[in-house]
Each structure stands twice: as C-alpha cells, then as structure tokens.
C-alpha cells in the first residue's frame, strides 16, 4: 500500500527557508517519478516540482532556482529545499507519486505559512 507523509512545514518569515520531507512507504521513491503540490488558501492544486527516476528535476517557473527538489534513496524520502520565501508561497504542501500533472496518491500535506 502506498504511503506518503510530509512533515517539515511551519510558520517563517519572508525571505526565509524550509526543508520540506515526504516519506514513502510501500514502493521505492528511487523507481518512480516523485513531485510536489500545493494549494494555496481558496485556490486549487497547482504544480510545485517533480523529480524522476533518474534524478533529474524540474519546477514551475515561479520557483526555479528557489525550491529544490532532492531525493534520498536510503531512507526513501522526498526532499523539497524551500529558500527566499515570499507570502504568495503560503500553502499546503504536498508530494505526490507520480509525474507533473498527477495529483494522487499524495500525503496529507504539511502547511507552509510565510508571513512577517
């Protein structure tokens, strides 16, 4: 059975940084496409960042170069680098196994607040 659990969010202040966990269970994150999603207070899931098989990793242009997405085979976790955060980044945070554009089956999120 598929299992995701995201834990790492928090309460930070503009410009700040978070290192977002996902921890998997019943498959191997090293085999599979691995992506982050978010949703924002009254708006709908929007797509974060994926990662493949292979390591290679790719995000939405309004975070490129800011949210890295990392993966840690050993442990079998999904690693999500939040840095510069500004307030429009407020969200519930969730990863997902599969590629972008997939929105299941996710963890429960963990909640990201920026604000001063």
């Known amino acids: 059975q598929v299992r995701l659990e995201e834990s790492g969010g928090g309460l930070v202040q503009p410009g700040g940084s978070l290192r977002l966990s996902c921890a998997a269970s019943?498959?191997?994150?090293?085999?599979?496409?691995m992506s982050w999603v978010r949703q924002a207070p009254g708006k709908g899931l929007e797509w974060v960042s994926s990662i493949d098989a292979s390591g290679t990793s790719d995000s939405v242009d309004s975070v490129k170069g800011w949210f890295i997405s990392s993966r840690d085979n050993a442990k079998n976790t999904l690693t999500l680098q939040l840095v510069d955060l500004k307030s429009e980044d407020t969200a519930m945070y969730y990863c997902v196994k599969g590629p972008r554009g997939a929105v299941s089956p996710r963890g429960q999120g963990t909640q990201v607040v920026v604000s001063s």
């Open positions: 019943g498959f191997g994150v090293s085999n599979s496409w």
